[in-house]
């Protein structure tokens, strides 16, 4: 049987259509962030943002709250790990969440012609583009075709981690996660100064792939809470990354 009643061609009742707010400064964008994975994590989520109405409102124009530089791995969703819909998030993925000309451009765009006030980096626990790189760099066999790419991007937080005594997977993806929110500052002067200016933060987040947590990795935008999702207390990986 159906759920929703639709099949048939008949609409079956709608619930209330749900709204969330968009704000316009970093340090409430983190918190909706914060607040949408609480959400999540709970089992609870409204998915805001995401019905037929809402979908005709944006259709003329976008100001999404957030931009999510994050892997490309399917488990990582943001619209869905968040409880957010259409039009709220500006989403960049690559696997291993890398800086290069294309995802720095979109960043970029999102920043000064869409307003967007929060970049996020996220990445995540037992990244395979981590691991690509670890072993490439311990056999100094290069993967094939274009994946040099992918892990010559991430190359540097390995040899950072390398240097800080750090060699576990999920260790590094930290480091990882820290050293693109610097490349995209800086190697993008203009998003350096958007955040100079106050208009927007660039915070790196990490994703737990069993319990859905995200924690924060560097810290918070000014004047905004702890990243404080149920469960986030009890990753061992949060103190060592605070
Ligand atoms: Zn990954």
Redesign the pocket.
Known sequence: MSRSGTLGGQPGPQRAADRAPTPTEPARAYAELAAGNRRFVSGAPRHPNQDAGHRAAVADGQHPFAVIVG???SR?AAEIIFDRGLGDLFVVRT???TAGPEVLGSVEYAVTVLGTPLVVVL??DS????QAAREAAATGVAPPGHLPAVVDAVLPSLRRATAEGVDDVDGIVDIHIAQTVETLLGQSPVLADEVAQGRCAVVGMSYRLAAGVVRAVTPAPAGAATFDAPGASDDPAASAAA
Do not use: E, I, Q, Y
């Open positions: 892997c490309s791995d990582l696997a291993g969440h990445g995540h990244c395979g583009a981590v």
